[in-house]
């Protein structure tokens, strides 16, 4: 199915971290930060819980399901399809269907 | 409102000033034929520890050509098992199949190639070598052994109107990123600035060509254009600030808050030889000399774009005024911003010296140290 508003991104399509980008934990920053080449994101702990689960296996509603079971109760899909969507806009992410 | 203490984020580590090119705008120091013995194999494994504990992440490896340093396998899987994101900065030369292999497998990050024009004639003038073709091989084998392809171009009077050889190039090449970055006027490239400064006129053509490509390319490539700052009105915030988020070692083992910094007089870099970067950073009074905004004079002491700008650049308020706390003179409210209008202004007027460049080599830099 497409997405309303992003007439590119589905709920089966496969994101997965660029190449040349990498994320990992810094004590230092207390953050999750993405790293690609002379640049660094540091990432809200909200967007570090989405980007955790980018695995180059699981599919967009796969993602959702996860973290709907890991914060109960909270309505996630719209604020995951819209962080996915920026995230692959900035080319952090690609997408395979 | 002086910001509390923060980590460094960048770690330059320029591990020899040797170097097989001789490009005139080279940001090394021209007295680097003065600096002392380059740093052991075991220098440097510590430095990367300490920087890391000091919460440094990206990790810059240059030079000179850093590739002439036969421990550099041994540097990267150290920085890569410390969780470094490593980026090696080079020319090419001295790099090849196997060693791009074996530096992918000791954990390289990613290989920005530097090429100084879209032709052979002028991209081995200005290096004073013949390197153009084995450049273009090298790049070529970046991308098939999985690297992001990373090219770096340093822009002036002479390539700017080759602005669009240059972008198909890079398109000939599947580069993912490509760096159109304009000459600053720092080291060798201040000593060279009468013969590189473009006009006015060169740059806007030259930006609006990248423009256009941008919008055919798309995503495919990410472009960037950095603009030379002789030409703003405002100071580029310089590192973000000094001793804020950069640190850089050089061959020798000076620790500097930025790569020029070396050349300012009146300020003792610490050598990481005597003191822990630890110390460095937070205690040293070099790292401590511009930190914050207690140091400033008129007009940014009083100015609210000193919080955007933090004043511009120490080296090239240095070398554009004589004193390194003087406002940047790229600001238009210096008292020193005449300096920058009349070189712009020479640029256009065609002056250039009456000589050749000065071509960064061994000669040349002890000759320019006996000034």
Known sequence: MTIAGDA????????????????????????????YPEGMVKLSASAAEIMRRVDGVSTVGAIIADLERSFPGAELRADVIAFLATARERGWIGTKA | ???????????????????????VFCSNPVDYTRSGPELTTDDWLRVLREGRELGAVQL?????????????????????????????????LGLDERRIAALREAGLDHIQLSFQDSTRELNDFLSHT????????????????GYPMVLNVVLHRYNLDHIEAI?????????????????QYYGWAFLNRALLLPTREQLARAEQATNRFRARVGERMRVYFVVPDYFEKRPKPCMNGWGSVFLAITADGLALPCHSARMLPGLE??????????????ESPAFNAFRGFGWMKEPCRSCPERFKDFGGC??????????AANTD??????????????AVAGARLGVTAERQPYFRDDRNSRILSSR
């Open chain 2, 60 to 92: 810059g490896l240059s030079g000179g050509e850093p590739l002439g340093r036969e421990d550099l396998e041994v540097l990267v899987r150290e920085a890569h098992a410390l969780g470094y994101y490593i980026n090696l900065i080079t020319s090419g």
């Open chain 2, 130 to 145: 013949r390197t153009f073709d084995l450049k273009q091989r090298l790049a070529r084998l970046v991308k098939q052994h």
């Open chain 2, 269 to 282: 870099f610490p050598r990481v030889a005597d003191r822990g970067l630890g110390w460095i950073w937070r």
């Open chain 1, 8 to 35: 590119q991104l589905k709920l089966e399509d496969v994101p997965v971290i660029s190449s040349g980008f990498r994320l990992q934990w810094e004590p230092a920053q207390q953050a999750h930060v993405l790293l």
């Open chain 2, 1 to 23: 409102m002086e910001p509390k203490l923060s980590n460094p984020l960048w770690l330059l580590a320029e591990l020899t000033y040797r170097c097989p090119l001789h490009c």
């Open chain 2, 314 to 323: 120490r080296c090239q308020a240095y070398l554009l005024s004589g004193d």
């Open chain 2, 167 to 183: 972008l198909a190039m890079a398109e000939r090449l599947e580069v993912d990123y490509l760096e159109l970055a304009n000459t």
């Open chain 2, 329 to 342: 003179p790229v600001c238009e409210f210096s008292p020193h911003h005449g300096e920058v209008v009349a």
